[in-house]
């Protein structure tokens, strides 16, 4: 089954300066490849994602990257605030129900 | 903004007894999973659940397990006979349709196992 590995697993930065999570996946065919962001108390929820005819999608501050040849995708986060402190997660996936995940990112964004 | 409910947010239960765990998913939304998440591991799929049945499931879910959608709002997850192993955090999540859409995660019920 898929595999999916995410870097680093924590990670803080000073407000104002970006953040990068990378994640690898075993899969050539997984096609779909979404970004959580988990709250404390909270359930993960989306925050942006990429199909694999794509190779960057951008929405505000946050934007991911796709290298299908590579097998691996990146979210990056530009002019970090105290709310971007959370879990990040990334997953991948054939159909995008069955998610398979990324064991998470904790961010944390010092002010 | 709708949302995915689920209770409770947190149960104990004693090895061996029986575990629903009740979600209401986003009202217009068709297809309905669970997920699990044990502590210090990654978010796993459990199943899925579109047209009163289950769709795919994972090696993980067998006979100990069973989802129901018991009238037009709930969603359960059924643990029968818990084992230490199974506790966790739950995660219930629905989406509209099952190729394009986004799937909206309730915020977990945390099952305890003792």
């Known amino acids: 089954g898929e595999n999916v590995e995410q870097h680093p697993s924590t990670l803080s930065v000073q407000e104002g300066d970006s953040a990068v999570i990378k994640c690898t996946y075993s899969d050539s065919a997984s096609n779909y490849f979404p970004w959580y962001k988990q709250e404390l108390g909270k359930g993960p929820q989306l925050i942006i994602d990429i199909r694999s005819n794509v190779g960057e999608k951008k929405d505000q501050r946050i934007a991911v990257t796709l290298n299908k040849t590579a097998k691996h995708f990146s979210l990056h986060i530009t002019e970090t605030q105290p709310e971007d402190s959370a879990v990040y997660f990334c997953?991948?996936?054939?159909?995008?129900?069955?998610?398979?995940f990324g064991a998470g990112t904790t961010v944390t964004v010092r002010a | 903004e709708p949302e995915v409910t689920q209770t409770p947010s947190h149960q104990v239960t004693q090895m061996g007894q029986e575990v629903i765990l009740r979600c209401v998913p986003i009202?217009?939304?068709?297809?309905f999973y669970w997920y699990r998440q044990i502590l210090g591991q990654k978010v796993e799929f459990l199943v899925s659940?579109?047209?009163?049945?289950?769709?795919?499931k994972s090696e993980i879910f067998d006979d100990q397990f069973s989802v129901e959608r018991p009238d037009g709002s709930n969603f359960t997850l059924k643990i029968r006979s818990t084992k230490l192993e199974d506790s966790a955090m739950y995660f219930c999540?629905?989406?509209?349709?099952?190729?394009?859409?986004?799937?909206?995660f309730g915020e977990g019920s945390r099952l305890t196992v003792l």
């Open positions: 999540a629905s989406s509209v349709d099952s190729d394009t859409g986004e799937l909206f």
């Open positions: 009202s217009n939304h068709l297809y």
């Open positions: 997953a991948a996936s054939k159909h995008d129900y069955k998610l398979s």
């Open positions: 659940f579109y047209n009163n049945e289950i769709s795919e």
